[in-house]
């Protein structure tokens, strides 16, 4: 199956692929563009809440509290770090 | 029955069902919130039935919902601005049952840093789980369709975000919104087209996803290997 088996999953991902990226597109240019909160109040018939100002990198803004964002990745990223250390472990037994 | 306060951290009132909290009724938020907690149950005791989970699974437990977490937060300058979640990546790499109790997780952490209010925790994670379970099941479904990892992974994709598009609608229309004057016919139709638009963003997920599948199939199989979750 290898070489049209691997054919077929890229042929059915495009054909998806090509699909939603049309239907999107339609839906965008009739909505027009706004932000995520903004088109979900529009969505629902409710007043659209005001938008943050803008900022961020290149567009790329955070949502919720900049520090808890930072201190809650560190305390994941220790919890990765000490799950992996321990399965590191158990395999090497 | 009239439910309203909205979040005070961070000032972004809104969760994974883009609304401020008093959108929904208290009764509803109580539904949502007691299905979510029914599942997460349901999820810890099949884990417990496993008589030693696999530290490995832990692992890839934890490293989705620091990624999903990380992910979450950050709003893309895509259609106005989107966000990805890595809900489906989460289906296949750790599998329904760890996969359940990272979006429980990954969304109480999210609130807790201001996005999304409490009140539609329940609903965005019986949301964030079908995303999960209809990932999972497609992935592994696509095994007699084709051998390639990264258009499974790209499908299950699609197929998780469609189906969470789905459940995000069915929640709103079966709540109801409080305080509009819009029919159920007309909310449906501005959330057809709303999903629509959301749909876009997959496209993205799905590559990213098919990528990170295909490169952890090439160097590390064993991870792919299996009945997970």
Redesign the interface.
């Known amino acids: 199956m290898t070489g049209f088996g691997e054919m077929r999953g890229l042929l059915i991902f495009g054909l998806i692929l090509l699909i939603i990226v049309i239907v999107s597109l339609a839906a965008y240019l009739v909505t027009g563009p706004m932000g995520i909160e903004a088109r979900y109040s529009h969505a629902v018939g409710m007043p659209a809440e005001e938008e943050e100002p803008g900022g961020g990198w290149f567009g790329f803004s955070l949502e919720g509290n900049p520090l808890l964002y930072v201190v809650i990745l560190v305390i994941l990223g220790i919890i990765c770090l000490a799950a992996y250390l321990r399965w590191r472990k158990q395999e090497a037994r | 029955m009239i439910y309203d306060c909205q979040p005070d951290?961070?000032?972004?009132?809104?969760a994974h069902?883009?609304?401020?909290d008093g959108?929904f009724t208290l009764t509803w938020v109580l539904v949502w919130w007691f299905w979510a907690l029914v599942l997460v149950g349901a999820a810890l005791l099949l884990a417990r039935r496993t008589k030693q989970i696999d530290?490995?699974k832990?692992?890839i437990a934890?490293?989705v919902?620091?990624a999903s977490?990380?992910i979450f937060?950050?709003?893309?300058?895509i259609?106005?601005?989107?966000?990805m979640n890595l809900t489906p990546l989460i289906g296949i790499l750790a599998g329904p049952v760890l996969g359940a109790l990272v979006v429980f997780i990954v969304n109480i952490?999210?609130a807790?840093?201001?996005?999304g209010g409490w009140g539609l925790v329940g609903a965005n994670v019986l949301v964030n789980f079908s995303e999960v379970l209809a990932a999972y099941i497609t992935y592994r479904g696509?095994k007699r369709?084709?051998?390639?990892l990264?258009?499974?992974a790209?499908?299950a994709t699609?197929a998780g975000l469609f189906v969470g598009n789905i459940a995000m609608m069915g929640i709103?229309l079966i709540s109801g919104?409080q305080?509009?004057?819009?029919t159920t016919s007309?909310?449906l139709v501005?959330?057809s087209?709303?999903a629509?638009?959301n749909?876009?963003v997959?496209?993205i997920e799905?590559i990213i996803t098919?990528l990170m599948v295909e490169y952890i199939g090439r160097v590390r199989p064993e991870i792919l290997d299996g009945d997970r979750g």
């Open positions: 951290i961070g000032g972004v009132p809104v069902i883009h609304l401020p959108s530290p490995g832990i692992t934890a490293f919902t620091a977490f990380a937060q950050v709003q893309i300058p259609a106005g601005g989107v966000h952490l999210s807790a840093i201001g996005h696509l369709v084709t051998s390639s990264f258009s499974r790209g499908i699609f709103i919104i305080g509009v004057t819009q007309q909310i501005g959330l087209l709303l629509a638009v749909m876009g997959a496209v799905a098919g």
